[in-house]
C-alpha cells in the first residue's frame, strides 16, 4: 500500500489498541491530567472520536456520533464502536475524488479539500493518542507505549514483507 490507506488503517488499529488498553483504568484513572488546565484522560478520548466523527461527517455527510460531548463519560465500548465507525467512513471516503468539501464551524463556512480533512485526521488522532499516553506516564501509569503502536508495528501486525531476499 503506497498511500494514504495504510496511514488510515493504522490510525484506526492504533485508535482501537489505545481505547482497549485503556479498559485497565480505574474510575479515578480517567480523570487524570496532565496539569490542572489540560484535559482529562476521559475528555481526551472522547475527543479522538468525537472529532473523528466530526472529519467523517465533514467527507460523508453521515453523522457517526451525534448528540455526544467531550465532558460527557462515555462508555468505552461506545467510543470503541463509534470510532471504528468514523475511522471507516473516512477510509473509504478517501478512495473518492479530492474536492473541496464545506462545513460550517463557529457559524463561520469554510472550505477545506478532502485528502486535508483526512490528513488531519490521522495526525489530530496521533496527537491525542501522545497525549493520553504522556498524561498516564506523569502519573506512573505505563501502560501504553506508543512504539507499539507506531507504524512499524502495525506494518508487523499487517503481515507486510518487510525485508528483501538477496
Known amino acids: 500500500m503506497l498511500n494514504q ?3 488510515l488503517l493504522h490510525m484506526a488499529w492504533a485508535n482501537q489498541y489505545v481505547l482497549s ?3 485497565s483504568l480505574t474510575d479515578s484513572d480517567w480523570q487524570l491530567r496532565l496539569t490542572e488546565d489540560d484535559w482529562s484522560i476521559q475528555e481526551l478520548a472522547n475527543h479522538i472520536v468525537l472529532a473523528s466523527g ?3 461527517h465533514r467527507v460523508s455527510g453521515i453523522a457517526v456520533s451525534s448528540g455526544l460531548n467531550q465532558k460527557m463519560v462515555i462508555p ?3 467510543l470503541k464502536k463509534y470510532c471504528a465507525q468514523a475511522d471507516e467512513v473516512l477510509r473509504l471516503a ?3 475524488p479530492d474536492q473541496v468539501d ?3 464551524r463557529d457559524g463561520v463556512e469554510i472550505g477545506r479539500s478532502r485528502s486535508t480533512i483526512i490528513s488531519q485526521s490521522i495526525h489530530h488522532a496521533t496527537e491525542h493518542r501522545a497525549q493520553i ?4 506516564k506523569v502519573h506512573g501509569i505505563r501502560i501504553l507505549d ?3 503502536i507506531d507504524l512499524w508495528a502495525f506494518s508487523d501486525i499487517a503481515g507486510e514483507i518487510n525485508k528483501v531476499e538477496v
Open 102 to 104: 464545506m462545513y460550517i
Open 5 to 7: 490507506e495504510k496511514l
Open 54 to 56: 466530526g472529519y467523517a
Open 133 to 136: 499516553s504522556d498524561t498516564l
Open 146 to 148: 506508543l512504539d507499539a
Open 76 to 78: 468505552l465500548a461506545d
Open 94 to 96: 478517501s478512495h473518492k
Open 21 to 23: 488498553t485503556l479498559e
